[in-house]
């Protein structure tokens, strides 16, 4: 399966700011995917990132709250916008090693204060 | 829009003893089926899957097995040992255009000694 890193790996912030979250890959992918799971809870899809085109994003999650970039195969980021309390959470990128197959990256701890 | 449903939300069992977890999905479409093991603080990681072509699927202690008719699949744990408590992950795919997956709620398992 393919390496994938992400940073930072955690961070605290202050409302009202912006975070970037970084995903690398060992590998060229077409597809990569950012998840938020909040505490206790399970993984909920923001976005699909393919190289080359806009995001898609889920119902719930807009844009504006969740620019993604997709410069290449091997990278995306993810920015969390305009922070709150409520954007407290995990943040997970994976890609797609195989039909449906997804691998995950170790994750970034966002605390929002 | 593809639906999965996860029980139980919390399992204790002792060292040795058996564990099933079971999924229900509402796309009779879906094709793939991926269980993912968490455990505390890291990444999930993708533990065993089964392809819409076939009923079960082994691996050393632990097995899936899918029923397409009653839109079920399952996941068994054999001769549990402590290092198998975590949580965990069904998920089945939302067909068409890129198949994304859907999470299910998580099962806790926790295996005393």
């Known amino acids: 399966s393919a390496v994938i890193s992400q940073k930072p790996s955690r961070d605290i912030c202050q409302r009202g700011t912006s975070l970037t979250i970084q995903c690398q890959v060992d590998?060229?992918?077409?597809?990569m995917f950012w998840y938020r799971q909040q505490p206790g809870q399970s993984l909920t899809l923001i976005a699909t990132?393919?190289?080359?085109?806009?995001?898609?994003?889920e119902s719930g999650f807009v844009i504006d709250k969740f620019p993604i970039s997709r410069p290449n195969l091997t990278f995306s980021t993810l920015t969390v916008s305009n922070m709150s309390p409520e954007d407290s959470s995990i943040y997970l990128c994976?890609?797609?090693?195989?039909?449906?197959?997804?691998?995950f990256g170790p994750g970034t701890r966002l605390t929002v204060l | 829009g593809e639906n999965v449903e996860q029980h139980p939300s919390t399992l204790s069992v002792q060292e040795g003893d058996s564990a099933v977890i079971k999924c229900t999905y509402s796309d009779s479409a879906s094709n793939y089926f991926p269980w993912y093991k968490q455990e505390l603080g890291k990444r999930p990681q993708l533990i065993i899957d089964?392809?819409?072509?076939?009923g079960e699927k082994k691996d050393q202690r632990i097995a899936v097995t899918l029923n397409k008719t009653a839109k079920h699949f399952s996941l068994h744990i054999t001769e549990t040992q402590p290092e198998d408590s975590a949580v965990y992950f069904c998920?089945?795919?939302?067909?068409?255009?890129?198949?994304?997956?859907?999470f299910g709620a998580g099962t806790r398992l926790a295996v005393h000694p």
């Open positions: 990132a393919n190289q080359g085109s806009e995001a898609t994003y």
């Open positions: 994976s890609v797609e090693g195989g039909p449906g197959v997804e691998f």
């Open positions: 089964i392809r819409s072509n076939v």
């Open positions: 998920a089945a795919p939302q067909v068409g255009g890129y198949n994304k997956l859907i």
């Open positions: 590998s060229q992918v077409t597809m």
